[in-house]
Structures are given as structure tokens and as C-alpha cells.
């Protein structure tokens, strides 16, 4: 959102008085972000309220998304739906969106996925790009409908500007998803998602520089790029971090990092880190050897079908008494 200094608060404050509701909105916004104004809740609310009251479809999308996250106000999923619902009598296409995502995840109504590429489709024929790349990932996965992969990378392709639809078609050009495999045009949008801060994107592009695909191999720019990623909560990025400091890839090797993002990425369900982990503290190299916490660590990756675990995990049950 764009930075809004307290000399222009002052001209969307005596806009958003006089009734303006695209005003009553942005000074909404600016007391949530603090932006030209000190963040205040309370604020938030009133304004998205008087913009709700008076039938605005974007107020009543933005006092709901403050209903279901607990912003302001004690978070209430009922009320959330009925100001989502009022909002797609608009046919504003967020709330559109908002409400097929609910019914994708069984938020406040039954999960129904029938129900979700419907509301998908009425917000993407708007030109709503995240329910343009909700519809790819539908026909991706083939939820409530056949897959279509060649579908999916249409629905990707009109959702471009949005960087998890970037996101996909990188993903897509290295894979052969819809479209033939070409590891340049991957990097491309892989390069634009990452830019905009998209974790997997960044992950990904990552890979490419270590593996020299669709680029010259670039040890340190993925060890850089897998750092980024990591640090922000991307568990895939946490392992190739582990991995980078145990391979000495773009960066000197170093066992107590390895440890510690391998540590991190199991603890948020990473089965291969799981294993790894694992691994380490079966090791008779390690300092102090602790075969329960490996057994822990194995039971917890072969739950996931890691089979490198499960056969770890039988034969240190058959040879170590515990």
C-alpha cells in the first residue's frame, strides 16, 4: 500500500467526513498501517463501519476481513459471511473471492468445493487476479473438477500480475505443467514472484542458481536466496539452507547451522529434515548420541511415507536396544 503522509491524512479526513467512501476507506486503511497516522484499531472500525452502514461494498469486504481475522473487534466468522455476502450483491470481486475461499476451507460454512469454483468464477470473469489463480490451482489439483493442466496454465497466465500466479508459471515452465518445459521462461517469472517477496518463488529460483537451470549455476546467489526465504518461514528454503551449510554450497560448511535449520525445518513438519535430523543424532560421530530422539524423528518422517526413514527406523529398532 502507498505511504500516506499526515498532510494528505488531512485532505482524505475532510473527504471521508463529507461522505466519500473511497476516503473512508484509504483513512481506514492508514489508521490499521499507520501510515501519516498512529495505528489505531478502534479507528479501523469506526470507518470501515460507517462505509458498511451506508452500503459500500468495499467497506463492508474490509469490516468482514476484520470480523474473521479479529481486528478490532472479537473475531466472529458468522458475521464476517453476512458482510461478505452483502459486498458480492455488489459483484465486488474481493468479496467474491473471500467467500469461495471460504467455502474452500470450510471457513464459517460447510467446506464445499463445488461452492468455491463457483464464487472463484464469478470473481475471476471481474478480472480478479487471485481468483484467476484460485481457479488455476482448481484445475491444477482437480478439485470439484476434472484436471486440466492446460487450463490451469490459462488461469495462471490472465492471473500474471499477481505474484502467486508468477509463482505457478514459473513453475509450470519447469515442470511441463500446460505448457512445454523451458527452464529460461521459468527463471523469468520465478525471478519476478521472488522480487516481490513470494517465498516459494524465491526457494525455487534458488534451486535454479544451484543447479544451473535456465541460468549459469550461482552457488552464493542461491545460498542468498534460500537464506531469504528461510528466515521468512518457508520450510522448504529452511531445508536447502541445511543443506547449503552441510555441502559448503555458497557459503563455508558449517555443521552447527546445518543442525539448527535442519532443526527448524522439522519442527514445522519437513519430513527430509525430519530424517536428517535423525540421522545426526543416530550418528556415532556425534558428540552425544541420543537414539530416542532419532526414533522420534524417524516414526515422525515415515508417518509422511518417508521410506529412507521407515527402513532407518526398523533397523535401529532391530539392532539397538532401547
Avoid at 453476512?82 to 458480492?88: E, G, I, P, W
Avoid at 527452464?183 to 518463488?201: F, H, K, Q
Avoid at 559448503?248 to 539448527?260: E, H, M, Y
Wanted: a neutral charge.
Amino acid at each position: 500500500m502507498t505511504k500516506h503522509t499526515p498532510t494528505a491524512m488531512v485532505y482524505y479526513l475532510k473527504a471521508a467526513k463529507k461522505g466519500d467512501f473511497h476516503a473512508m476507506n484509504i483513512v481506514a486503511m492508514c489508521y490499521r498501517t499507520g501510515s501519516g497516522v498512529p495505528e489505531d484499531p478502534q479507528e479501523v472500525i469506526h470507518w470501515y463501519r460507517l462505509c458498511s452502514d451506508q452500503g459500500d461494498p468495499e467497506g463492508q469486504f474490509n469490516l468482514g476481513f476484520c470480523y474473521q481475522t479479529g481486528y478490532g473487534v472479537e473475531q466472529n466468522l458468522p458475521e464476517a459471511l453476512r458482510l461478505y455476502f452483502l459486498s458480492a450483491k455488489n459483484n465486488f470481486s474481493p468479496a467474491l473471492n473471500k467467500i469461495g475461499i471460504c467455502f474452500q476451507y470450510g471457513n464459517g460454512v460447510p467446506r464445499d468445493l463445488r461452492e468455491a469454483f463457483h464464487w472463484f468464477c464469478l470473481s475471476a470473469e471481474q478480472g480478479n487476479t487471485y481468483a484467476q489463480h484460485n481457479l488455476g490451482l482448481c484445475y491444477e489439483k482437480g478439485e470439484s473438477i476434472d484436471p486440466d493442466l492446460k487450463l490451469a496454465f490459462f488461469w495462471y497466465s490472465l492471473a500474471s500480475p499477481c505474484d502467486l500466479a508468477q509463482f505457478k508459471l514459473g513453475y509450470c515452465y519447469e515442470y511441463g505443467y500446460g505448457v512445454k518445459i523451458n527452464p529460461y521462461e521459468a527463471v523469468y517469472w520465478y525471478t519476478l514472484s521472488a522480487d516481490r517477496g513470494n517465498t516459494s518463488a524465491q526457494n525455487n529460483l534458488a534451486l535454479c542458481f544451484e543447479q544451473g537451470k535456465g541460468v549459469p549455476r550461482k552457488p552464493e546467489k542461491a545460498f542468498k536466496l534460500y537464506k531469504e526465504a528461510a528466515i521468512k518461514g518457508n520450510i522448504c528454503a529452511q531445508f536447502n539452507l541445511a543443506h547449503c551449510y552441510k555441502y559448503a554450497i555458497g557459503v563455508v560448511q558449517n555443521l552447527q547451522n546445518t543442525i539448527k535449520w535442519y532443526r527448524i525445518a522439522a519442527e514445522n513438519g519437513h519430513t527430509e529434515a525430519q530424517y536428517q535430523l535423525g540421522l545426526h543424532y543416530e550418528s556415532r560421530q556425534t558428540d552425544k548420541p541420543d537414539l530416542r530422539e532419532a526414533v522420534r524423528l524417524y516414526v515422525l518422517s515415515s508417518q509422511a511415507k518417508n521410506y529412507g526413514a521407515k527402513s532407518q527406523l526398523d533397523e535401529l529398532i532391530q539392532s539397538v536396544p532401547l
